[in-house]
């Protein structure tokens, strides 16, 4: 799987991954995921090719 947007919404990334929202935040909390970038109060989301080297790296 490969992200080609360039930035990927938390509920698109949960979604992807088959995981829910609370799972997504909690590895976040734990370092499993990479942190997001924030690009407002309320919206933030991943680089595509952060993400990208994340998912090939597992």
């Keep these: 799987m490969t992200f080609t ?3 990927i919404r938390p ?3 949960a979604e992807v ?3 829910s ?3 997504l935040w909690s ?3 734990k370092g499993i995921l ?3 970038i924030v690009l407002g109060p309320r919206f933030i989301g991943w680089r595509a090719e952060v993400l990208n080297d994340w ?3 597992r």
Excluded: N
């Design 34 to 36: 990479p942190e997001p």
């Design 55 to 57: 998912l090939e790296s």
């Design 11 to 13: 509920a698109e990334l």
């Design 27 to 29: 590895w976040r909390k």
């Design 5 to 7: 947007k360039p930035i």
């Design 17 to 19: 991954l088959h995981v």
């Design 21 to 23: 929202l609370p799972t």
